[in-house]
DNA sequence: ATAATGACTCCCC
DNA sequence: GGGGGAGCCATTA
């Protein structure tokens, strides 16, 4: 792994880890949380590396629009949804419901 | 150091 | 409302 950089990772795995059960944010407000609004891209990334952390709830990250865009690269085709089915989240065809309703914004952190 | 990739987001048609 | 293209950032090859 890099040396430096990698502290982005480390931002996004610590507000993933924040993300209370049944509740649900997006790429964009974790990258606006760490400081790097646009950087939602590179979120996904770290989410993508994320799964070698069991900490880190990456089931509860999705895209702005609340679509499991993600739920390919988990264990399952399922597994994301089962899991925020499981917390109370419903989800259909990919979609959480009421997205607005469980979304939860992360809390800004300085550099 | 340059080029290519990616779990995103925004703008335009 | 739906589809396509460009932009940005960090990592890896």
Do not use: C
Request: positive net charge; proline residues 5%.
């Amino acid at each position: 792994m890099s040396k430096l950089p990698a502290d982005f990772y480390q931002k996004v795995y610590a507000l993933v880890r924040t993300i209370p059960k049944g509740r649900v944010t997006s790429y964009g407000a974790i990258a606006k949380a760490i400081g790097s609004p646009q950087s939602s891209r590179t979120v996904g990334y770290a989410m993508n590396a994320s799964h070698q952390q069991e900490d880190v709830p990456a089931h509860r990250v999705v895209n702005r629009n609340g679509v499991l865009t993600g739920k390919h690269h988990f264990s399952g085709t399922h597994a994301m949804q089962q899991l925020l089915e499981a917390e109370g989240i419903e989800i259909k065809d990919d979609q959480i419901q009421n997205f607005k309703k469980h979304f939860w914004e992360p809390e800004i952190q300085k550099a």
